[in-house]
């Protein structure tokens, strides 16, 4: 590990960050930004490797966690707890860990990743088993915490992915599909929330809403299993069944009446075509 290479750690491209106008920060961050696609560009073929490993757990009863510290650790947290309402699958399908617990959500809990015990123990909470794929999320891919969750769910046969923004890392080691997206030294030195998190976000989106689409959870380009969970989501809907029922030439208010009767797009569509 002392052998690594960061990228993630290298120094900034740019000098006298403080003598800036705020214009030219904006403009040189932005350049930096336009690189991070890029660099999950080639990454997809690890990505797609990635996408049917936890897609086959999935179907077959498993579940998808996410680990990961700090920035990382939010970031999963984030994508696992917008499955639900969008897509329509239980709380716990897709689940998000962070070291920490909960508190890290909102604020740095000094010295959580460095254990490497405790993101296993963390995922032993969960019950975690060999029908589950557990992904790590750390641009360093160096985190003691996420290194030592994923080795362990080796020895149990358990299948495991990961995103990281450093070449040939411990944690890209210690993964059965590792997903290494390489953006480069950030802005501010080391400041691993920018361009790393902006990877790390872009894929998770590619994972999960690749995962969902392959569990039947949309129809079309649809989020036919949405949660109903507020005004602008119940609208969508009704929306979403005039357009499927077209044909019958539905009224909004009968399409929202049929739509909350059944609680989601798909059902509400089944009932009214098998009717």
């Not at 639900?84 to 890290?104: E, F, K, R, S, W």
């Not at 557990?134 to 299948?159: D, E, F, H, N």
């Not at 976000?201 to 949660?227: A, E, F, P, W, Y």
Request: with cysteine; glycine share 10%.
């Amino acid at each position: 590990m002392n052998n690594l290479i960061k990228v993630t750690e290298q120094p900034s491209h740019y000098r006298h960050l403080e003598q800036m106008q705020v214009s030219e920060l904006l403009m040189h961050i932005n350049q930096e930004d336009q690189l991070v696609p890029q660099a999950v560009q080639k990454a997809l073929p690890q990505i797609e490797q990635l996408v049917h490993a936890a897609s086959d757990k999935m179907l077959a009863g498993g579940r998808l966690f996410y680990i990961g510290a700090g920035t990382s650790g939010r970031l999963g947290i984030l994508d696992a707890s917008e499955c639900p309402p969008t897509y329509g699958v239980p709380y716990g399908l897709v689940v998000g860990i962070i070291a920490g617990g909960d508190n890290a959500i909102t604020m740095a809990v000094e010295f959580a990743e460095d254990s490497l015990e405790q993101g296993w123990a963390d995922l032993l909470h969960y019950q975690v088993s060999a029908k589950d794929v557990v992904v790590g999320v750390a641009a360093s891919g160096t985190t003691p915490y996420v290194l030592g969750a994923l080795r362990q769910c080796r020895k149990k046969g358990i299948t495991t992915g990961c995103i990281v923004c450093n070449p040939g890392s411990p944690v890209a080691e210690a993964a059965d599909y590792p997903v290494e997206v390489i953006v480069g030294p950030e802005f501010v030195t080391g400041s691993t929330r920018m361009k790393s998190g902006t990877a790390q976000k872009l894929v998770l989106n590619m994972i999960s809403t690749s995962v969902m689409i392959q569990l039947g959870r949309v129809h079309d380009n649809s989020m036919v299993n949405m949660q109903l969970s507020n005004d602008k989501l119940i609208d969508r809907g009704v929306k979403m069944v005039q357009e499927q029922l077209g044909n019958l030439q539905l009224s909004y208010d009968k399409a929202k009446e049929l739509l909350l009767a059944h609680g989601s797009v798909k059902k509400a569509v089944e009932a009214a075509m098998a009717s």
